[in-house]
């Protein structure tokens, strides 16, 4: 899967592919046969939700650039395997997800792989401000604007990676934090499930 998916693809970052070699993708994916979770596809986790496919995984994992000293928030977090493979690469992983039967799923998953992520359940538009700021921030599903919280709950220095879009496609977009200002760089088309909105929440 690395090699044929990652690696070829033009992914250079050594330590994403190390982790990725090393977390078993088919214990986030109990349902489906061990060899659809090695495929240059998503995986279906069920309440219409996926596993991002392999390539995409490496790529916003590279993205968020992880030396390991940093605090990661990972928003939708659905199977967990994305914040497995952060828990690798950082110091410490906070993971979101608005979906209770696949939380707990991701839960026991990480558990017993003997990941240290803390997940629970919320609304990832607010992002998890009791455990703010954090020095990266990955979101695997589609925001219709880049979510205000999350930008204010970003470390000076900080990176935020989410898919941006209304439509079936989406851009990947980078925001850095730089003191008070904000950049944001718009990468590759990608397509992600929507990041539900609660308007009642927001
Ligand atoms: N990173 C995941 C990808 C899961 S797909 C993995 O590795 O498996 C995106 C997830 O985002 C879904 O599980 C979905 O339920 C969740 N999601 C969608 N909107 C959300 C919201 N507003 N808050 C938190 N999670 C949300």
Not at 88 to 113: C, D, K, N, S, T
Not at 183 to 188: L, N, R, T
């Amino acid at each position: 899967m690395v090699r044929q998916q990652v690696e070829s693809r033009g992914i250079f970052d050594r330590r994403v592919m190390e982790a990725m070699r090393q977390v078993p993708r088919h214990l986030f994916a109990p349902g489906a046969p061990v060899e659809a979770c090695y495929r240059d596809r998503p995986v279906p986790i069920g309440h219409g939700q996926t596993m991002s496919q392999p390539y995409m995984v490496a790529l916003m994992t590279e993205l968020l650039e992880l030396r390991g000293y940093e605090r990661v928030l990972d928003v939708g977090c659905g199977s967990g395997y994305q914040a497995a493979i952060l828990s690798m690469l950082a110091r410490q992983v906070f993971a979101i997800e608005r979906v209770h039967p696949l939380l707990q799923r991701a839960r026991r998953a990480l558990a017993e792989g003997g990941f240290a992520v803390q997940a629970v359940s919320g609304d990832g538009w607010q992002g998890w401000p009791e455990h703010a700021p954090f020095d990266r921030i990955l979101v695997a599903a589609a925001a219709s604007e880049v979510p205000r919280a999350l930008c204010a709950q970003l470390a000076d220095n900080g990176v935020l990676v989410v898919p941006v879009g209304s439509g079936r496609v989406q851009r990947l977009v980078v925001v850095r934090r730089r003191g008070t200002r904000l950049e944001s760089e718009a990468g590759v088309a990608c397509r992600f499930v929507p990041l539900v909105a609660d308007e009642e929440a927001r």
